[in-house]
């Protein structure tokens, strides 16, 4: 046995423990694999196998065609649940159109307005120009009279006129949401067009006294008249709504 | 007969094993488990040629042993997640191939020392690397 006395003994202990945990996994790996085959069988057992097996998928039969019942009634009470999200989808959309965020189309008018045809003499000082020109409280006026005439979008030079748009003079520019516009001014209102170049064009109302200054103004109807979004949309960082509790 | 003594361990690990039913591998993982054995196998293999090549290190078996099983379980695991199921299929090659290389070596081995004046052959085919 001078061959078997290996120059080194230590390998006895290693490859036992080894051996030891290769047989643990043998032995995991042979439960397993037993347990998924068919056992080789008698016809009998085989036969008691497949009704069982049958009775199964009679049940999981049955649960499907429950389920797909439940699911008919649930998908019934979605579609009443889409009438809620119609209303809801109205409201959005009535806001999105008051905050300006969407671009409008739609029959309304547009008015033109440029600065006075009458000039200054030669040589005077650059404020005697003052009175010729377009400023902030000559535009108020024209954006109160649409709003009052029921215009549901506007906008002065594609500037969404919106609930916290501000129009005024920053010394020798005018504003509309902070942002510079210049004349010749192009001021668009979507509503009723007979309406709304009504309420500008009454005796003495804006056009009138544009006209007096000899500031050339007019309004035309239009059948469609199209409005851009705001370009930064306004944030309400301090105001909060009140809302009621909600009576249920 | 010192070798009967791992054997002896083999047998009583299985024993040990297959008398607790609680321990076994869901049916999705034992393919892995057999990727695992395969591996364990060779690293034995590897271990006993090393010890007729007088070259075995116990640290080298051991951990050879464990890691090699634990990657080419994840090896064919990758595989199945990564959607190429087929992918255990070169740990059982590349395992299978050095398997036989090794037991080849091993007969070779101890035929060289059973059979005196007999010069130490050389299997033709590499080991993979």
Redesign the interface.
């Given at each position: 046995m001078k061959?078997?006395e290996?120059?080194?003994?230590?390998?006895?202990?290693?490859?036992?423990?080894?051996?030891?945990?290769?047989?643990?996994?043998?032995?995991?790996?042979?439960?397993?694999?037993t347990?998924?085959t068919l056992p080789g069988q008698r016809s009998e057992v085989l036969a008691a196998m497949l009704v069982a097996e049958r009775d199964q998928a009679k049940k999981q039969q049955d649960e499907i065609a429950a389920l797909r019942q439940e699911y008919l009634t649930l998908q019934t009470a979605a579609s009443e649940q889409n009438k809620v999200n119609k209303a809801l989808n109205d409201q959005l959309e009535a806001g999105r159109i008051a905050l300006g965020l969407s671009e409008v189309k739609g029959p309304g008018i547009v008015m033109s307005l440029d600065d006075s045809t009458l000039r200054t003499e030669a040589g005077s000082s650059p404020n005697a120009a003052e009175p010729f020109l377009v400023h902030d409280y000559d535009l108020w006026p024209v954006v109160n009279e649409l709003r009052s005439a029921g215009a549901e979008a506007i906008c002065v030079n594609d500037q969404r006129v919106v609930g916290s748009t501000a129009i005024r003079c920053v010394g020798p520019v005018l504003q509309v949401n902070g942002v510079p516009v210049t004349s010749p001014f192009e001021i668009k209102a979507i509503g009723d067009p007979k309406t709304l170049a009504g309420s500008l064009t009454i005796p003495n109302g804006v056009i009138d006294r544009f006209k007096a200054s000899q500031f050339p103004a007019k309004v035309e109807r239009k059948d469609e008249v199209v409005i851009p979004a705001i370009g930064v949309a306004a944030r309400f960082t301090h105001a909060k709504s009140i809302l009621k509790p909600e009576a249920k | 007969?010192?070798i009967l003594?791992?054997?002896v361990?083999?047998?009583?690990?299985?024993?040990?094993?297959?008398r607790w039913?609680a321990?076994?591998?869901?049916?999705a993982?034992?393919s892995y488990?057999?990727i695992?054995?395969l591996a364990?196998?060779d690293?034995?293999f590897g271990?006993?040629r090393?010890?007729?090549e007088?070259r075995?290190d116990?640290v080298t078996?051991?951990s050879g042993?464990f890691v090699n099983?634990v990657l080419a379980a994840l090896f064919a695991y990758t595989g199945d997640r990564l959607g190429v199921n087929q992918l255990y299929l070169a740990a059982v090659v590349a395992l299978g191939v050095r398997i036989f290389y090794n037991l080849g070596l091993i007969r070779l081995l101890l035929l060289k020392?059973?059979v005196p004046g007999r010069s130490a052959a050389i299997l033709s085919e590499p080991p993979p690397a």
């Open positions: 061959h078997w290996l120059a080194k003994k230590d390998w006895v202990l290693p490859v036992t423990l080894v051996c030891l945990v290769l047989g643990a996994l043998l032995a995991v790996e042979y439960r397993s694999q347990a998924t | 007969m010192t003594i791992p054997l361990a083999l047998v009583i690990g299985f024993a040990l094993v297959y039913p321990l076994s591998v869901p049916i993982y034992a488990v057999s695992a054995i364990g196998m690293a034995v271990g006993l090393a010890v007729l007088k075995f116990s078996f051991v042993f099983a020392r059973m």
